[in-house]
């Protein structure tokens, strides 16, 4: 079972758009973390969210925290062919140490 | 600065041989490493979860007897996998979490010949 619905899956834009990338659950996470992801190399952490409503901002990323803690959105401004890359959202369920992944996001940037 | 290190990068091996790789926490003391493979085009799976000195934790559907989990300190867990068929072939990626933040390494390509 699939605890965390990552949407969309696939995401081909042109230079200087905005998207937006979803994460969705029926559970509740005790933190939410967004990674990255090149091909042939290990996923690069860019954020944690754990309080409920949190917002965070790293350059032209803004990620936000649902207020209930079961689902989160990355928003991307502005984006470049730099920002190319799998994106992933994993959860950590309360009181277990593993992190629950999402799909992933395939996010291609045309220049 | 990198904060997991994962050795071999990449190894090819013959079928039926077994194959070692290494996971080390490099700033931080680690009780529990996490083991995950990753197929092409998909998202993380985790197989296991790695304790110091004890047993680790498999996965449902994870054959504990082929891939192997060896804890022995609080930098170092090693996964084996044991009798390499060419389907075990994939990228497997090993993690260490400090408090809510949970950091890979650089992940190991596993070709099986």
């Known amino acids: 079972t699939q605890l965390l619905e990552q949407s969309p899956q696939f995401l081909s834009i042109q230079e200087g758009e905005n998207l937006t990338v979803y994460c969705n659950s029926s559970?509740?996470?005790?933190?939410l973390q967004w990674y990255r992801q090149e091909p042939g190399e290990g996923p690069v952490l860019l954020v944690t969210?754990?309080?409920?409503?949190e917002v965070k901002k790293l350059k032209r990323l803004t990620f936000q925290f649902g207020d209930a803690r079961k689902d989160s959105s990355l928003h991307i401004t502005a984006a470049q062919p730099g920002d190319t890359g799998l994106y992933l959202c994993?959860?950590?369920?309360?009181?277990?140490?593993?992190?629950?992944f999402g799909q992933g996001t395939r996010l291609t940037i045309n220049p | 600065g990198a904060v997991v290190s994962q050795h071999p990068s990449r190894v090819i091996c013959k079928s039926g041989t077994s194959v070692k790789i290494e996971c080390r926490s490099l700033?931080?003391?680690?009780?529990?490493m996490f083991w995950y493979r990753q197929f092409p085009k998909q998202s993380l799976m985790l197989m296991a979860t790695?304790?110091?000195?004890?047993?680790?934790?498999?996965e449902q559907g994870v054959e504990k007897d082929k891939f192997l989990i060896n804890h022995a300190s609080l930098t170092l867990s090693t996964l084996t996998v044991t009798s390499a068929h060419p389907e075990d072939s994939s990228f497997y990626i090993c993690?260490?979490?400090?408090?809510?933040?949970?950091?890979f390494g650089p992940g190991t390509r596993l070709t099986v010949t």
């Open positions: 559970s509740v996470f005790s933190s």
């Open positions: 994993a959860g950590a369920v309360q009181g277990a140490q593993k992190l629950v």
């Open positions: 700033d931080f003391q680690a009780t529990t």
């Open positions: 969210v754990v309080t409920g409503g």
């Open positions: 993690s260490v979490r400090h408090g809510h933040e949970q950091y």
């Open positions: 790695s304790n110091e000195g004890s047993k680790a934790t498999y």
